[in-house]
């Protein structure tokens, strides 16, 4: 058999196939990242957090608010959901 049979090998270029590149960042060799670009989806990650925090899961209220809204007709207060427990204290 020839050594031609075949497919043929991928063309690999970082210059147009890296993420970074794709966007207009310079990437550095290897494994090393861009500063600035991690920074800025750091900052928009951490945005997006704290917006779903404040508008989706909004703030429940003092413990007394809770206490006057939650309690059932046994007197005894419903415990708070864990995720509106970690929102609260996250908002708060």
């Known amino acids: 058999m020839a050594d031609d049979v075949g497919f043929d090998e991928p063309e690999m270029s970082w210059s147009t196939q890296d993420f970074e590149q ?32 404040e508008f989706v899961i909004t703030d429940s209220g003092s413990d007394l608010e809770w206490a006057e809204k939650h309690t059932t007709a046994e007197g005894k207060v419903e415990d708070r959901p864990i995720h509106i427990f970690i929102a609260d204290k996250f908002i708060n």
């Open 22 to 53: 794709k966007i207009g960042f310079t990437g550095g060799r290897y494994t090393e990242t861009n500063a600035f670009f991690t920074f800025l989806v750091g900052l928009i990650m951490a945005t997006v957090f704290f917006l779903f925090l």
